[in-house]
């Protein structure tokens, strides 16, 4: 598992350490995040294999197992051109691809983007970079996105809906070919410090359910995947378009049971102290950040 938190911006350095439940003397060193003195993250190790190269105004530059990801930048901080290289153990090119982000030249909204693939690849009767794909955005009056089109394939679409109050109520993946019934359905319930997220997709009997939890200072301090009893072992099977949503909204997931969970633990200056893992209701790993 890559670890994705962000440490303190002010620290120079920050460890992270992983052990079982109640084997804390098995502690070992999973991640450690290095800073310069202006708090910008320099380099970044996970378990030995997954290092931050370089990070400038204008260019990024990742490198995870063999493969390199360079993000370019323009002088008002937009991303212009993601480049990967995937490289074998040798170092040897072996494949690459492209993706170019258009904005909008008076609001610098994000308006396109276009990803170029198999740029070094040979392939029998296909030309480099003959695979292209692109995602076209759409606004409302609110500056929000609420259409995505092209972002799983030339025929799909991607819907979002808003309540007054700007936040996200419903998010729905449709594909636009006839011979293709492929749909995944999210919808948001907010419930003052908690909110849920259901996800139904189309090869499930039943929706999918994070529920999210705050603290006081408005972070999230605990995730949990919550899957329907007959899905939970792999039982699930192919489903129609969801129209049943008042059975699941506000559901009380008596019929549920918790796939996995993630609690975090804050530090007195606000930093992350412990991540907590647990799975199907188990607590099985701990992770403790230590700062420098």
Not at 20 to 46: C, D, F, I, M, R
Not at 58 to 73: A, K, L, P, S
Not at 164 to 189: H, P, V
Not at 237 to 252: E, R, V
């Amino acid at each position: 598992m890559v670890l994705m938190h962000s440490c303190a911006i002010a620290q120079r350095v920050c460890t992270i350490y992983q052990y079982p439940v109640g084997e804390e003397a098995k502690k070992k060193k999973v991640q450690t995040s290095y800073y310069n003195e202006w708090g910008k993250l320099t380099k970044e190790v996970v378990k030995g294999y997954y290092v931050f190269l370089e990070n400038t105004n204008t260019m990024y530059c990742q490198r995870e197992d063999g493969i390199y990801d360079y993000y370019y930048f323009d002088d008002t901080q937009l991303i212009k051109t993601v480049v990967t290289n995937t490289d074998d153990l040798t170092g040897a090119h072996i494949d690459s691809s492209k993706t170019f982000y258009y904005y909008d030249s008076i609001t610098n909204r994000l308006e396109r983007e276009t990803s170029v693939k198999h740029l070094k690849k040979r392939e029998p009767g296909k030309k480099p970079g003959s695979f292209r794909n692109t995602v076209n955005y759409t606004y409302d009056n609110g500056n929000r996105i609420v259409e995505k089109a092209g972002t799983y394939g030339a025929n799909t679409r991607e819907y979002l809906i808003y309540d007054q109050g700007g936040r996200l109520m419903g998010d729905s993946i449709r594909s636009c070919s006839a011979n293709d019934d492929f749909c995944i359905i999210t919808k948001y319930e907010y419930y003052g410090n908690e909110y849920r997220e259901y996800s139904w997709m189309c090869d499930r009997k039943h929706p999918l359910i994070n529920v999210y939890k705050k603290d006081e200072q408005g972070r999230v301090v605990d995730v949990a995947l919550w899957m329907h009893i007959e899905d939970f072992d792999g039982g699930g099977c192919k489903s129609n378009i969801p129209t049943n949503w008042g059975a699941y909204l506000k559901n009380d997931l008596s019929r549920y049971k918790q796939f996995e969970k993630t609690v975090t633990k804050y530090n007195a200056e606000g930093k992350i102290a412990e991540t907590q893992y647990f799975y199907a209701g188990k607590h099985t790993t701990t992770h403790e950040y230590v700062y420098q």
